[in-house]
């Protein structure tokens, strides 16, 4: 009996907290499919964190842009720029990129041309 209870507040100190219960398992277990160096790619989030700050930096100062085309032209140049001063390697990031072909087959690449064509050539 005391079990059921503590489970019940357990259950809704983390539905409160962290946003978790358990009709989310779903989504929350579809993480683990994933090797596990892909999970630590996933959860280490300070350099996206880092650049998507650099980004908000760069449209910030803007106030106004004429068209969607010219906040994706000016997202895409300082992208270029934030990406130079970019040094640092992962080590396993080989093997990384190895595991997420193979779970997204050869769409990985694709994404990337199509996000370049969009924002160079959107019609």
Same mark, same amino acid.
Do not use: C
């Given at each position: 009996?005391?079990?059921?209870?503590?489970?019940?507040?357990?259950?809704?100190?983390?539905?409160?907290? =962290?946003?978790?219960?358990?009709?989310?398992?779903?989504?929350?277990?579809?993480?683990? +499919?994933?090797?596990?160096?892909?999970?630590?790619?996933?959860?280490?989030?300070?350099?996206?964190?880092?650049?998507?700050?650099?980004?908000?930096?760069?449209?910030?100062?803007?106030?106004?842009?004429?068209?969607?085309?010219?906040?994706?032209?000016?997202?895409? =140049?300082?992208?270029?720029?934030?990406? +130079? +001063?970019?040094?640092?390697?992962? +080590?396993?990031?080989?093997?990384?990129?190895?595991?997420?072909?193979?779970?997204?087959?050869?769409?990985?690449?694709?994404?990337?041309?199509?996000?370049?064509?969009?924002?160079?050539?959107?019609?």
């Amino acid at each position: 009996m005391m079990s059921i209870i503590l489970e019940g507040a357990l259950d809704q100190e983390l539905d409160e907290e =962290l946003g978790y219960s358990k009709d989310n398992w779903a989504n929350l277990s579809t993480y683990f +499919k994933y090797p596990e160096a892909v999970r630590r790619l996933i959860y280490t989030t300070n350099m996206m964190e880092g650049f998507n700050r650099q980004l908000r930096k760069v449209t910030k100062s803007k106030t106004v842009f004429p068209s969607d085309d010219s906040l994706l032209k000016m997202l895409y =140049l300082a992208m270029i720029d934030i990406t +130079k +001063k970019w040094t640092g390697h992962r +080590k396993d990031w080989g093997q990384i990129h190895s595991q997420l072909e193979i779970f997204f087959e050869e769409n990985l690449g694709g994404i990337f041309i199509f996000i370049f064509q969009q924002i160079i050539h959107p019609y």
